[in-house]
């Protein structure tokens, strides 16, 4: 019980972490930034915590016996995690605070617009962005 206990304060830390990274006006650019990786750093350790139920799940995830509602799970968390690792990348390479000098260097031949246009898309933030907008 007592580790169930944490493993829950641990994911609402990292939603609450979540949600205050939807508003960097509010809370600014250094703090999004720096609990971006924090919270990617969150993410391993949580998929560490339950590393008994990803591995024993992606065991059996092509079995006929695993119901839909788990494999629909592990799906979801799957395609979660690969966005969570492209938000992270993106966020690193246009970051101006954690790392200024990858501001310059350019990966596959994209802009910095391209990488604030898959950091958006990947995120949600562009829900968030248009809703300030309308506020305003």
């Given at each position: 019980m007592?580790?169930?206990?944490f493993?829950l304060?641990?994911d609402a830390?990292?939603?609450?972490t979540?949600?205050?990274?939807?508003?960097t006006?509010?809370?600014?650019?250094a703090?999004?930034e720096i609990?971006?990786?924090v919270?990617?750093?969150?993410?391993?350790?949580?998929?560490?915590?339950?590393?008994?139920w990803?591995?024993?799940i992606s065991k059996?995830i092509f079995?006929?016996n695993?119901n839909?509602?788990t494999r629909?799970?592990y799906s979801?968390?799957l395609?979660?995690l690969?966005d969570?690792?492209?938000?992270?990348?993106?966020g690193?390479?246009?970051?101006?605070?954690?790392?200024p000098d990858?501001?310059?260097i350019y990966?596959c031949k994209?802009?910095?617009?391209?990488?604030?246009f898959?950091h958006f898309g990947?995120?949600?933030s562009?829900?968030?962005y248009?809703?300030?907008?309308e506020?305003?």
């Amino acid at each position: 019980m007592r580790n169930t206990k944490f493993k829950l304060w641990f994911d609402a830390a990292m939603m609450i972490t979540l949600c205050l990274l939807y508003n960097t006006h509010s809370t600014g650019l250094a703090f999004h930034e720096i609990a971006g990786l924090v919270l990617g750093g969150a993410v391993i350790l949580h998929l560490f915590f339950n590393k008994d139920w990803v591995i024993g799940i992606s065991k059996k995830i092509f079995s006929k016996n695993l119901n839909w509602k788990t494999r629909f799970s592990y799906s979801l968390n799957l395609i979660l995690l690969i966005d969570m690792f492209f938000i992270i990348l993106s966020g690193l390479l246009i970051s101006k605070i954690v790392t200024p000098d990858f501001s310059g260097i350019y990966f596959c031949k994209l802009d910095a617009d391209s990488y604030l246009f898959i950091h958006f898309g990947t995120s949600n933030s562009w829900r968030a962005y248009w809703v300030t907008l309308e506020l305003d």
